[in-house]
């Protein structure tokens, strides 16, 4: 490559691009893109894989599933934002599934949890 040091290297010629920022799946519309923010203030994240829907776009046939106890077992409280479901592709793949995520958190959570 021409003058300047650093010029020749193994990405010669190839553009350099701002790489963007991860944002998690939960908190965007797999279908819009939209935040919850833009979506009447609330999007429905599935339980059983990285997507959320917002409710014009939320297909029949999902599950709903609640989520309050696993969220204060752990200190939290269920965010307003979101309501928690398995989606129609996840209920429609094992239908049988149940999803039991109370149980699954260990007892020592609940005692150990503080309140905020």
Known sequence: GGGGGGDDNATE???????A???CPHHRCAVTSRPASDCGGLLFRCCSCPR???DDVLADGFEP???????SR???????SAEYVRCCDCTSRDPNATLTL???LPAEAESSSSEH
């Open 13 to 19: 010629g190839v553009p350099l691009r701002r790489s």
């Open 21 to 23: 920022a991860w944002v």
């Open 52 to 54: 959320a829907f917002s």
């Open 65 to 71: 599933v609640n989520m309050d106890l696993a969220f």
């Open 74 to 80: 752990l200190g939290y409280v269920s965010p307003t």
């Open 102 to 104: 109370e149980e699954q």
